[in-house]
């Protein structure tokens, strides 16, 4: 595979699977990875979160009742008891016993195969982040994937500490409700590479600024035709979906028609 910075460079249009094919799978699971890269996504994003025995595992919420048959925080849980959950059931009883992967094994299946798009969590208060992003840094440098890897976050205090730890690593900064900065501004605070926001915060203001400044730039959650529509008419470069299978073949039929 090629750099993730020289595939931005050649390429027009691409999907990000968002938390895998999470319409198709329970979220943030091997099978949805699986359908995201089947699919044809050429980037899979995931969210990871910390157990109480210092494991990666791959999961949205620190809380564990929305997409497991577990409760409480997944910080108050070890690694065993978290594999030991259900993360499938509340989707579809085809994914009953559906794990929590370990990043490990999400990366066993992303490696080689898609671009990895990893979203770090709020830093906390109590100064536990740095190690948990030191920890994940270091298994994705582990497999020589930091090239093909970006970092994204909300918090954009997290991509400076990224950047500080290795200012070879691609991070995107997620645009916070209620920042009306333009993307140069706030790529510029924070040393980040790209910039990405939702589709209502899409404006001609944020997409021609990152159009003169040269930045990469894309939208969630665009999970329809009129939203790749409406997305591409603001010319686009990834777009986040649930279901990245049904955008690719949406935009190839767009194309199509041209």
């Known amino acids: 595979m090629i750099s993730l910075s020289e595939f931005v460079r050649t390429v027009p249009f691409f999907v990000i699977a968002h938390r895998g094919s999470s319409g198709d799978a329970p979220e943030n699971t091997l099978s949805a990875i699986r359908l995201a890269i089947e699919g044809g996504a050429k980037m899979v994003e995931i969210d990871v979160q910390s157990t109480l025995d210092n494991e990666i595992v791959v999961l949205h919420d620190d809380v564990l009742g929305r997409t497991t048959d577990g409760r409480g ?68 440098k582990e497999r020589s994937y930091e090239r093909h890897t970006v970092f ?10 990224i950047q500080e730890m290795d200012p070879e690593l691609h ?26 926001c939702s589709l209502h915060e899409l404006s001609n203001a944020r997409a021609e600024d990152c159009k003169y400044h040269s930045i990469p730039f894309g939208v969630y959650t665009v999970n329809s035709r009129d939203a790749l529509q409406k997305a591409l008419s603001f010319g686009v470069m990834a777009v986040v979906s649930n279901y990245p299978a049904r955008i690719n073949q949406e935009y190839e039929n767009l194309i199509g028609q041209r």
């Open 152 to 161: 994204a976050s909300f918090d954009h205090r997290a991509l400076t500490l």
């Open 73 to 140: 925080l997944i910080t108050e849980l070890d690694s065993a008891k978290v594999r030991d959950l259900d993360a499938g059931s509340w989707f579809d009883v085809r994914f009953a016993g559906e794990k929590v992967p370990l990043l490990d094994e999400a990366l066993d299946l992303i490696c080689e195969n898609v671009y990895l798009n990893l979203e770090i969590k709020p830093l906390s208060n109590n100064g536990s982040s740095f190690d948990v992003i030191r920890r994940i840094i270091k298994k994705i």
């Open 171 to 196: 991070t995107a900064a997620l645009n916070k409700a209620h920042d009306n900065r333009l993307p140069s501004e706030i790529l510029k605070s924070c040393h980040a590479n790209a910039f990405g």
